[in-house]
């Protein structure tokens, strides 16, 4: 569905970046399951690692052996690479496995844009929420490149939560505080909102709402990442050109 909200003019390649996938809902160029799987590495009996130890060791392992998806993309320039990473946080949030992949790509000329995905429930537990927006920070600042949060499953939350989601996707210290004391725990007062200040000082997470059976939604978020990559930062803005021609031409309409 993402795909489909990118500009036509570029072409679109999918990246499985994840040994344990099981399925795709869409075709994948490059599949990281060809060069090492979570399943081969959790077999072998010197290793002896689990799912999680697994999962690492393959990342590592591609690291070590990025040729092959070198040879995997092969040469295509302008493209648009979606790159389906794993799913577990601790990647993303203080091991640097996913920085030195992201270092190896942008050596090839490849402009980076890390998005980011928070459940949109996760606005109704409180907690849960606050421990999200911290987790995207330490993500943020582990990776280093651009980077979009976004608020996925819009679609599945009651119409009293989507009429109250604008405060949500760039919330105040005075929004959270308000939404921790009304359910945290006392013992946990301070923590909490010391928590809601760090990350309202800072003002670094902000969130784009995904309504994934909303073209104009999925379009919105496009946008931003096109934004965040700085896709043709020195042309001029798409729809301007031809409207500048006319004008030049004497043709364009007079006001």
């Known amino acids: 569905e993402l795909s489909s909200g990118i500009n036509a003019e570029y072409g679109v390649h999918c990246i499985n970046l994840d040994p344990a996938a099981e399925h795709f809902s869409y075709q994948v160029q490059c599949d990281i399951r ?8 959790m077999e072998d009996s010197e290793l002896k690692f689990g799912p ?10 591609l690291i070590q052996n990025t ?36 270092r190896t790509l942008e050596s090839w000329g490849v402009r980076v844009c890390a998005v980011y995905l928070l459940d949109s429930q996760f606005l109704v537990e409180p907690s849960k929420f606050i421990a999200g927006m911290c987790s995207a920070l330490s993500a943020m600042v582990q990776l280093q490149v651009p980077h979009v949060n976004v608020l996925t499953k819009v679609d599945l939350l009651s119409t009293r939560d989507r009429d109250n989601l604008d405060r949500w996707l760039d ?5 959270l505080e308000g939404m921790v004391n009304r359910t945290a725990n006392s013992r946990h007062a301070k923590l909490s909102n010391a928590l809601c200040k ?6 670094l997470v902000h969130f ?16 931003q990442i096109e ?28 006001t």
Do not use: K
Request: charged residues 30%; hydrophobic residues 35%; contains cysteine.
């Open 67 to 102: 040729d092959w998806l070198d040879e995997c993309l092969g040469d295509v320039d302008d493209d648009y690479f979606i790159i389906d990473c794993p799913g577990q946080i601790e990647l993303y949030t203080h091991m640097d496995t996913m920085g030195r992949f992201i």
């Open 198 to 203: 760090l990350l309202d000082d800072y003002s």
């Open 227 to 254: 934004l965040m990559l700085q896709i043709n930062e020195d042309a001029e803005p798409r729809g301007m050109r031809e409207q500048d021609l006319d004008t030049e031409s004497g043709f364009g309409d007079e």
């Open 208 to 223: 784009v709402p995904l309504n994934i059976a909303d073209e104009d939604s999925i379009g919105d978020l496009c946008l």
């Open 34 to 41: 060809e060069l090492i799987s979570v399943d081969d590495v």
């Open 52 to 61: 999680n130890g697994g999962l690492v060791f393959c990342l590592e392992y």
């Open 171 to 175: 919330p105040s210290e005075l929004v």
